[in-house]
């Protein structure tokens, strides 16, 4: 069995109503005295009236260009260094993140991470997922150093677009399949993986016990438990099944298939974790577990995450080059079994789940 290095937790994680006023302690404390504050523009217009003045604090703020790429990774890291700051804080989604972790790492700064979403693990995991300039994704890259500070305001992500919820609660159901169908197989899993498989099945539980009240509760932007519960299961828990997994905690069948989409101009426009959800689906019905297909459909429709590939915008046309991509060499749905996956048997089961 490969060697796995556990990378469970932030340096420091709070998650409460007015945790921003502790920002400038936080920072000062820890002798941080210049920041570059990466944000998106509509993470921005969400988050700044949370945001305290930092008044002892040398603040540069910039907009990020839209992509987890190399180049907008290069162009912060460059920006970083040139205002030779003490650390780069992260105001935004997944890409905004893993952007700031990313240029974290090149230029040897702390990251500080201000999620304005809840729709992935990206907040906690010490790794990146790139993409070209144009939305392919590549490859993920994972960091030495876990994040310093992670900082929760759940007033900022009960704000945030329904559809962004939803689509983390598919991101964070899939952390259960896909670690399932790798530490399942071990006779003898160490004490981390363990801790990484209960910590995957928890995230399956939270959802399907609270994620149809914390939707509705965000609706009315209501910051209830079920939603505190939702918001931190998406993040913490979801983050922790990579963080103490490793390689058999992160994916498996279904973010293949979300990479193959990838390849789909069209599919830009769906959310990841909506495209996770779907990918789930069709894991599933590789390792020929009907029954939780089953389950899933109607737990799907209830909150809304897709169960075709017209929901996400992509047409049939492209199930054989979606297939392709999802099996490429270093994909991770072929962590599911000793054998190789086929292209072949990926096309036809997700025809299988179209022609439902």
């Known amino acids: 069995m490969k060697d796995i290095i556990v990378r469970g937790a932030p340096a420091e994680y709070v998650c409460k109503s007015g945790v921003l006023d502790e920002l400038e302690n936080k920072l000062l404390i820890r002798n941080i005295n210049r920041v570059l504050i990466v944000s998106g523009v509509k993470s921005w217009n969400a988050a700044s009236h949370y945001l305290p003045n930092l008044k002892n604090i040398h603040v540069t703020h910039i907009f990020y260009h839209g992509e987890c790429s190399l180049t907008e990774i290069t162009r912060v890291a460059n920006l970083a260094q040139f205002n030779i700051v003490d650390a780069i804080i992260g105001v935004g989604g997944g890409k905004v993140l893993d952007v700031v972790k990313a240029a974290a790492c090149i230029s040897e700064t702390k990251a500080i991470l201000i999620p304005t979403l809840a729709s992935n693990c990206a907040p906690w995991t010490p790794l990146s997922v790139i993409y070209t300039d144009e939305g392919k994704m590549t490859h993920y890259d994972v960091y030495p150093m876990s994040v310093d500070i992670l900082l929760i305001e759940p007033r900022i992500l009960v ?7 939803i689509a983390g609660i598919g991101d964070t159901i899939a952390k259960w399949y896909e670690a399932d169908v790798q530490i399942s197989k071990l006779t003898d899993p160490s ?3 363990k801790v990484a498989h209960h910590t995957a099945k928890l995230c399956a539980n939270e959802m399907f016990e609270n994620a149809q009240q914390a939707i509705s509760d965000a609706k009315e932007q209501k910051v209830s438990n079920a939603f505190l519960k939702v918001v931190e299961s998406i993040i913490m828990l979801g983050g922790m099944v990579g963080g103490f997994g490793d390689h058999f905690g992160r994916t498996a069948g279904a973010h293949s298939i979300h990479n193959g989409m990838t390849i789909v101009p069209e599919s830009h426009k769906a959310l990841h974790g909506s495209k996770v ?3 789930i689906l069709v894991q599933l019905l590789l390792e020929q577990k009907e029954s939780e297909v089953e389950r899933l459909f109607g737990f799907y429709k209830e909150i809304g995450l897709p169960t075709t590939l017209h ?3 992509i047409s049939v046309e492209w199930i054989d080059d979606i297939a392709e991509h999802s099996t490429r060499e270093d994909e991770s749905i072929h962590q599911m079994r000793s054998a190789k996956m086929t292209a072949t048997e990926v096309a ?7 022609s439902r």
């Open 159 to 165: 704000e945030a677009p329904i559809p962004l919820l």
């Open 191 to 193: 004490v981390a993986l």
């Open 277 to 279: 959800a779907y990918g």
């Open 311 to 313: 929901e996400l915008n």
């Open 348 to 354: 036809t089961v997700i025809r299988k789940l179209e």
